[in-house]
């Protein structure tokens, strides 16, 4: 079974400029989440998506913003860039419940690097 | 805030057991104890999780105190492959639960 993919895997962007990132699930899996790394804050959680809806948030200003299809494909959004959102951005994906891992296990993908200059 | 404390680093020769340790002393009884590992630049890799009792797979073990109150991550024969920072995370199972990451413990697979 193919394991969480993320596109694109680089990208460089200018200040001010907005970014779409995109994550593919593992087949089945209908949770997504988001999180960002930064060497100086390490992993934080920006957002969880379900069946399409935000079912949990962290603690980023509205510039970060995500969506979930029906296809449980994932896009999150950053706007107006600036430099601290350079970042390594991860996605990672659940199984539904009644899984065997039913504690709701989360696979993470390879991540985007964004460098904003 | 993360719910755990582990040591910064910690070194282990290559085909030796590797040990990590993870305090949790404020657990509550519904909080399961997961480990991922992070190579380097590349997404947090699952390892295992457990409520209370201990656990192996192919590629660890988990150890949980009976308090519940600590943890061992055991790789039985480290190789170089298994240097990475690792991260205990304790958790309520509840679907839509974030991850706290902190810090993890940076583990180096010496030759």
């Known amino acids: 079974k193919a394991g969480v993919t993320q596109t694109p895997r680089y990208l460089i962007k200018t200040r001010g400029q907005q970014v779409t990132l995109s994550c593919s699930p593992i087949s089945g899996h209908r949770s997504v989440s988001w999180y960002q790394q930064t060497p100086g804050q390490g992993l934080q959680f920006l957002f969880e998506y379900f069946s399409e809806t935000q079912r949990n948030k962290g603690n980023f200003p509205g510039r970060f913003s995500g969506r979930q299809f029906s296809n449980s494909r994932s896009e999150m959004n950053v706007s107006t860039l600036e430099l601290g959102d350079s970042a390594l951005y991860l996605c990672?994906?659940?199984?539904?419940?009644?899984?065997?891992?039913?504690?709701?296990?989360?696979?993470f993908g390879p991540g985007t690097r964004l460098t904003v200059l | 805030d993360a719910k755990t404390t582990q040591p910064p680093s910690m070194d282990c020769a290559e085909g030796r057991a590797a040990n990590l340790p993870c305090n949790h002393s404020t657990i509550s009884g519904n909080e399961y104890v997961y480990w991922y590992r992070q190579i380097h630049s590349q997404g947090p890799q699952y390892i295992i999780h457990?409520?209370?009792n201990n656990e192996t797979n192919e590629m660890a073990s988990l150890i949980i105190t009976e308090d519940r109150k600590s943890s061992t991550l055991i790789l039985p024969h480290a190789t170089l492959r298994d240097t990475a920072v690792y991260y205990c995370i304790v958790r309520v199972a509840n679907y839509g639960q974030n991850f706290v990451f902190g810090p993890g413990t940076r583990l180096s697979v010496l030759p």
């Open positions: 457990g409520l209370k």
């Open positions: 990672a994906s659940s199984p539904p419940p009644g899984h065997q891992f039913s504690t709701d296990t989360q696979y």
